[in-house]
């Protein structure tokens, strides 16, 4: 009878310390989903904090764009006159830049005659 009741209590106690290790386990694995179900939470909140930025973000860019939008329009007339500026400019230039070389070649081919003239004219003998 005594061998039975060491055999028990042997049984009890490794009974007791399986139950230890198993409450000890289940611990550590509700430790571990705690700070599992922490960390989810945080990122949750760190994601929440970037979609309200982004749509902030996304609302001022928007406004700048409409501000741009407004000046560009003010803005456009006035280009538009001053490429017409630059391109009577260009036709200015070139009726200047046509009349010099017709000037310049009605002297070259009257050469002599305009000599005689000038100095006809200045009294050069």
Do not use: C
């Amino acid at each position: 009878m005594a061998d039975s009741n060491t055999t028990l209590l042997l049984e009890m106690l490794q009974f007791q310390e399986e139950y230890a290790q198993d409450q000890e386990s289940a611990r550590q694995s509700r430790a571990a989903m705690r700070d599992r179900v922490e960390e989810i939470a945080d990122r949750i909140g760190k994601l929440e904090t970037t979609a309200a930025l982004s749509g902030h973000i996304d609302a001022q860019v928007r406004t700048e764009l409409d501000a741009l939008t407004k000046a560009l329009t003010q803005v456009e007339p006035v280009a538009v006159e001053w490429n017409r500026v630059k391109s009577i400019g260009k036709w200015a230039a070139s009726g200047l830049l046509a009349s010099g070389v017709g000037i310049g070649a009605l002297a070259a081919a009257a050469g002599d005659q305009v000599v005689a003239a000038v100095r006809a004219w200045l009294r050069i003998p």
